[in-house]
């Protein structure tokens, strides 16, 4: 009976070490088929598990690790998530071992397109494609590397050379031919206006206005005529807004402006320094300068924004200085994109003062630090491939300094942006 009683005892500490040992079959199994366990990763890839099928490429790496495919695709799930210098290292692991290996190369393209660094892919596309010239999709990524750096002859060519070579890319190469004919529009006219209505019967606030851009290698270039009335004042403003590109992950802005000074300020100019970083986050910093007939504005400056798959986010502080003490605004964006860059819809939000013009006209300094709140949407259509639509609504509450309550302003914006 004792005896039963030990046996008892013994059989559950038995049962759990058999459980808990080691499956040495299953990793024999593993280490002897990383063909198997390689065709696992990437199902569980595409089924959107990338961190599992991560792990699965790491095991695999770590007792085959010169298994060069799994390297690969190891470094492309990084660089799907934006972790661009990873990936990276991934691939010069590879290709320190072989400099020609022809998947490593285009992979190599496709991670310095993506991050934008059009040049530096450029180069690995030329490598890529001296290994392998007869492979239509390669000719396919070095157009959009060249579509990239405005070379829209380049990428043409290499169009037409992937259609020969495969018929089957005929779709995406329509498409590229596509956004080429759309850029190679290096001007676009724009005609806009917009209406406030101020309640606690306050005088309307209408503005119409007409910009062209120029789109140059260096970057964009805009002039604007801005037309306003109010209090049965018309005033006039000219601008010119310029984003010179300083390199791959730098560029600026700049603006200057001048008007008749009755309902705009003077003289405006502004700067801002804007920073790609990592993880498709941006950051920059600035500041406006507002010259009015009795006093001087400098509104410091600073965003941070994230592109999240076809998602863009930015939130944006303003800090304005002066005698009556420091006013602080903050300002917002949510912004949904529709299969093109030129089509979305955003949400638009922000308190504090806003550090808009047309809420400061004709006050004081101390009147500039009243408070406001808005929210609104925006939303911008492409038409056809040269016609766009776009327009706004907005409500803002706004102190005044003659009103005890906030004042509600219904803004209606509403234009046409045509290329050529």
Request: glycine share 6%.
């Amino acid at each position: 009976m004792q005896r039963n009683f030990s046996f008892f005892l013994i059989l559950p500490v038995i049962t759990i070490l058999f459980f808990a040992a080691p499956d040495h079959h299953a990793q024999a199994q593993q280490a002897e088929d990383p063909d198997a366990l390689f065709e696992q990763a990437r199902t569980v890839a595409s089924d959107g598990n990338l961190e599992e099928a991560r792990e699965l490429a790491l095991l695999i790496l770590s007792e085959f690790p010169e298994y060069h495919d799994v390297r690969i695709f190891y470094a492309r799930t990084l660089a799907w998530e934006q972790r661009f210098s990873d990936s990276r290292t991934q691939l010069q692991i590879v290709l320190r071992d072989e400099p020609e290996h022809p998947e490593a190369l285009s992979a190599r393209a496709d991670v310095e397109l993506w991050d934008g660094n059009f040049r530096a892919g450029l180069e690995y596309a030329n490598r890529s494609i001296a290994v392998r010239p007869d492979q239509a999709g390669l000719y396919v990524q070095r157009a959009r590397i060249l579509i990239g750096l405005n070379r829209f002859s380049a990428a043409l060519s290499d169009l037409d050379s992937a259609e020969n070579l495969d018929a089957e890319h005929s779709e995406r190469i329509q498409q590229l031919r596509n956004e080429i004919q759309q850029d190679q529009h290096r001007n676009i006219a724009v005609f806009g206006m917009s209406y406030d209505q101020f309640g606690d019967d306050l005088d309307p606030y209408q503005r119409m206005y007409g910009e062209y851009h120029r789109l140059t290698d260096y970057g964009p270039v805009i002039g604007r005529i801005s037309v306003v009335h109010r209090f049965d004042i018309t005033d006039w403003q000219a601008e010119i807004d310029s984003y010179p590109i300083l390199s791959s992950n730098w560029y600026a802005y700049l603006n200057a402006g001048l008007s008749g000074g009755e309902l705009f300020p003077e003289f405006r100019f502004g700067a801002e320094l804007y920073r790609s970083l990592p993880q498709t986050f941006e950051g920059s910093a600035g500041l406006r300068y507002l010259n009015f007939r009795d006093d001087d504005v400098i509104i410091v400056t600073a965003s941070i924004s994230k592109y999240w798959r076809s998602w863009f986010f930015t939130f944006q502080p303003f800090f304005t200085p002066g005698d009556a003490g420091v006013n602080t605004a903050f300002n917002g964006i949510a912004r949904k994109y529709f299969g093109d860059p030129l089509s979305y819809a955003s949400l638009v939000g922000g308190f504090g003062f806003s550090p808009d013009d047309r809420r400061i006209i004709d006050g004081t300094a101390a009147e500039r630090l009243l408070k406001s709140r808005y929210f609104g949407v925006d939303a911008n259509y492409l038409v056809r491939n040269r016609l766009q639509l776009f327009g706004e609504t907005k409500v803002t509450f706004q102190q005044f300094p003659f009103l005890t309550d906030y004042t509600r302003i219904i803004t209606l914006e509403t234009g046409i942006r045509y290329s050529f």
